[in-house]
């Protein structure tokens, strides 16, 4: 019989399956006092356990890890992790510096099947899905090669992969982020980026309460149909249908992400579009100028045309930041992780 990660477990998983091999119920909680808390890699280190128990739980259980098999520092200091899987495949995470923070970037998939055209991970096609484990385990071992842990304090799943294509691990892993057992990170600082799954935002909304983000970059359906294959599937008109309804708290606004590309989405009158379009939305506005990379077709805007877009979206009454990418020297902003090794 397979091994059991724990680390796939979330709070009431374990308690069930320490139940099952005939421990008592508190075992579950200590086991992951270790597992996340003091971050043990192995049974050994878990000096309140018996011996015994120790040498039954890794008969039938191990604590995985990620190999880190390269990071990479930029200029501006956003440091980019790439791992090794169990099967050898690759993965990439981002560790961004914010003014008094840090923001961990992470994946939820080996590639990515989404297709959107602006994307070097979308041109790579998806391998497969992550397990909830190994969206924890970069987490965890970002965390355990900085200096000051404690200000690792935003997670947000816009590295690798589409996460609400791979709802059940994705779930799994969050319940294990923001549990005070466990990593102890205040959903209010957790972000999911979707391209737009609808039936998934909708279940999101009823199942997880993190902050949702709309990967949108178009404000009507041909450019959006050009520039990112799902929209066919869920067009606009369904998409912010179901935005509308999405539950927020009282202060809670939905994150649009916008990527200006010349000439195709970044003209003043795709700004009145897309103020025209999210005027029933609680929204916040990203808008990121392309990375430009080896092979793709399209091009950064000039900088006239980003303000003039922010200008129009702010007279409309939006909350509106430019976010310039970071991390574009070692191939780390937006758009630009790739399967690694
Ligand atoms: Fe996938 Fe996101 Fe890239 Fe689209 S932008 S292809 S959803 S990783």
Not at 196 to 204: A, K, T, W
Not at 229 to 251: A, E, G, Q, S, V
Request: glycine share 6%; hydrophobic share 40%.
């Amino acid at each position: 019989m397979a091994k059991v990660d724990l680390k796939d477990l979330d709070l009431e998983e374990t308690r069930t399956w320490v139940e099952k091999i005939g421990l008592e119920t508190y075992r579950a909680e200590q086991i992951r006092r270790w597992i996340f808390g003091h971050q043990a890699g192995s049974f050994e280190e878990m000096t309140n356990l018996s011996k015994e128990m120790r040498h039954y739980l890794n008969s039938i259980s191990y604590v995985s890890q990620l190999k880190i098999a390269k990071t990479e520092i930029s200029l501006d200091g956003t440091k980019k992790f790439s791992f090794e899987l169990e099967d050898g495949k690759g993965i990439e995470s981002v560790l961004i510096p914010e003014r008094a923070h840090y923001t961990a970037c992470i994946s939820s998939q080996v590639g990515c099947a989404m297709g959107c055209k602006f994307c070097l991970t979308g041109r790579r096609g998806l391998n497969r899905n992550l397990k909830a484990s190994e969206i924890i385990n970069q987490i965890l071992q970002i965390r355990q090669s900085m200096d000051q842990p404690d200000r690792l304090t935003n997670i947000v799943f816009m590295g690798m992969g589409e996460p609400l294509a791979n709802f059940w691990a994705v779930k799994s892993a969050v319940k294990n982020i923001i549990c005070a057992d466990a990593l102890n990170f205040s959903r209010r600082r957790v972000t999911l980026s979707t391209c737009g799954l609808v039936p998934e935002i909708e279940r999101l909304g009823k199942e997880l309460p993190i902050n949702l983000a709309v990967s949108l970059n178009a404000a009507d359906d041909k450019t959006r149909n050009l520039l990112m294959p799902i929209n066919r599937r869920y067009p606009l008109n369904t998409l912010i249908d179901t935005l509308m309804r999405f539950p927020l708290t009282k202060r809670g606004r939905i994150t649009f992400e916008y990527i200006l590309i010349r000439d195709i989405n970044d003209r003043l009158t795709d700004a009145t579009k897309l103020a025209r379009l999210l005027k029933d939305i609680r929204a916040k506005i990203n808008l990121i100028p392309f990375n430009v990379y080896n092979g793709t077709p399209f091009q950064a805007p000039d900088e006239g045309r980003i303000l003039a877009f922010q200008d129009e979206l702010i007279r409309k009454n939006y909350t509106v930041i430019i976010r310039k990418s970071k991390g574009t020297d070692i191939s780390a902003a937006c758009g630009q992780l790739t399967t690694g090794p």
